[in-house]
T-cell receptor, first 115, second 116 residues
Framework: AQKITQTQPGMFVQEKEAVTLDCTYDTSDQSYGLFWYKQPSSGEMIFLIYQGSYDEQNATEGRYSLNFQKARKSANLVISASQLGDSAMYFCAMRFSGGYQKVTFGIGTKLQVIP | NAGVTQTPKFQVLKTGQSMTLQCAQDMNHNSMYWYRQDPGMGLRLIYYSASEGTTDKGEVPNGYNVSRLNKREFSLRLESAAPSQTSVYFC???????????????FGPGTRLTVL
């Protein structure tokens, strides 16, 4: 069964510091996609970054980068130079080729940026 | 470009009442989805529509029905609301149900539903 695990219920980071949010996944598929979403207190789900299982380079989008370690089945999100507006819930998600093409979400990590 | 829009934003129902949540997207996406979000459980897929004219059950379809009205619109109906359906409901859309980055799902703002 496909599964996403986020083991950090809550994280604190000092403003301007970097932070890593952990995500591990379990799948027997060779082809899959990994996503990170941000959910601020206002409630909307904002897409941040995508990594394909066959992508050799780690994905980057501005201050976000995805530390993809395929052998360890981990897809950690790194946020550099944290800002107060980064305070939010962060969800790791995976899309796999089997089943009905749904996206499986982790339970999220709550990040709080301290001034 | 509004992206994905949902109405209403908030709703309170009594047990047994019915209602329809509306969703529309203007990104010319083929695939649309309904999720529910409950504390500590992430998002769970209720129904999805891979393309216009098709709908399929997700992992928690009981108590819900959907209609893919056209390419833009995908509605979720609760025929007889129950307190267990109190949740935040998200609609999402993607280009297709493919695996690539261009098939990323984009979400609407959500509907907060309370069933008393």
């Amino acid at each position: 069964a496909q599964k996403i695990t986020q083991t950090q219920p809550g994280m604190f980071v000092q403003e301007k510091e970097a932070v890593t949010l952990d995500c591990t996944y379990d799948t027997s598929d060779q082809s899959y996609g990994l996503f990170w979403y941000k959910q601020p207190s206002s409630g909307e789900m904002i897409f941040l970054i995508y990594q394909g299982s066959y992508d050799e380079q780690n994905a980057t989008e501005g201050r976000y980068s995805l530390n993809f370690q395929k052998a360890r089945k981990s897809a950690n999100l790194v946020i550099s130079a944290s800002q107060l507006g980064d305070s939010a819930m962060y969800f790791c998600a995976m899309r796999f080729s089997g089943g009905y093409q749904k996206v499986t979400f982790g339970i999220g990590t709550k990040l709080q940026v301290i001034p | 470009n509004a992206g994905v829009t949902q109405t209403p934003k908030f709703q309170v129902l009594k047990t047994g009442q019915s209602m329809t949540l509306q969703c529309a997207q203007d990104m010319n996406h083929n695939s649309m989805y309904w999720y529910r979000q409950d504390p500590g459980m992430g998002l769970r897929l209720i129904y999805y529509s891979a393309s216009e004219g098709t709908t399929d059950k997700g992992e928690v379809p009981n108590g819900y029905n959907v209609s893919r009205l056209n390419k833009r619109e995908f509605s979720l109906r609760l025929e007889s609301a129950a307190p267990s359906q109190t949740s935040v409901y998200f609609c999402a859309s993607s280009r297709t149900t493919g695996m690539g980055g261009t098939d990323t799902q984009y979400f609407g703002p959500g509907t907060r539903l309370t069933v008393l």
